[in-house]
């Protein structure tokens, strides 16, 4: 070991549809266990602002209005999870979308000694999530939530909070748009779960769950990968 060694960071996945509560989670685990969590818009945003050689390419792509490379990505990554607030570790999120990327960046990782600790992937039940989120509505006066199953008002129609009568509901969670995002999302996620699975290195954890037992179920697997 000498001077320059890197502080060997975990580096975490987190894999879960719309819904199934993963921005929630991920604030839970940076509040209790330090690590920060980095969205492909986060990375790139970090990159440009640090001005390194990725982040500069990243930027010229950008500016020319097309994508960024995964080459470019990881390389960004590489550099911010080796700077001090990285220390505890990161949780990925929307990144590696794909088994491409997802070897590209245990190629990458590999190089500086770091892997993957953990892919976690929040399972839910689909039928039960599109009853979930399509039965949501909110109080056009004062914003309280209600729900068809869950929270419906003393008195049908009516507000408990404010009295109002006019309800509103958000056009992305119709069943059938619910339902379709499940789907896109199982399609696109399933040959990643099966990439890590194949790693040894895939949790599952059910997401059907209260918040807080969800969270007692991450931090058993983050304390794993990172002790
Ligand atoms: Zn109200």
Redesign the pocket.
């Known amino acids: 070991m000498d001077a320059t060694t890197v502080t060997r960071a975990p580096v975490l996945i987190l894999l879960g549809p719309p819904g199934a509560g993963k921005g929630t989670q991920a604030r839970k685990l940076e509040d209790k266990y330090g690590l920060v969590q980095l969205s492909t818009g986060d990375l790139l945003r970090a990159g440009v602002a640090q001005g390194s050689e990725a982040g500069k390419q990243a930027k010229a792509v950008m500016e020319a209005g097309q994508l960024v490379s995964d080459e470019i990505v990881i390389a960004i990554l590489r550099d911010r999870i080796a700077e001090p607030d990285c220390a505890n570790g990161v949780i990925l999120d929307g990144f590696p979308r794909t088994t491409v990327q997802a070897e590209a960046l245990d190629a990458l990782l590999a190089e500086s000694g770091q892997k993957i600790d953990a892919a976690i992937s929040l399972e839910v039940d689909d039928a039960a999530m599109v009853d979930r989120i399509s039965g949501r509505y ?7 939530g209600y729900h068809d199953t869950f929270k419906t008002p003393k008195q049908a129609g009516v ?6 009568s006019e309800m509103k509901r958000r056009a992305d969670d119709k069943a059938e748009t619910v339902a379709s995002r499940l789907e896109a999302y199982h399609a696109q996620t399933a040959p990643l779960i099966g990439y890590y699975e194949g790693k040894g290195a895939l949790s599952r954890i059910d997401a059907m769950g209260k918040i807080e037992e969800i969270a007692a179920g991450l931090g058993a697997i983050v304390e794993k990968a990172t002790g």
């Open positions: 909110t109080c056009a006066g004062c914003g309280e507000c408990d909070t404010c009295g109002g």
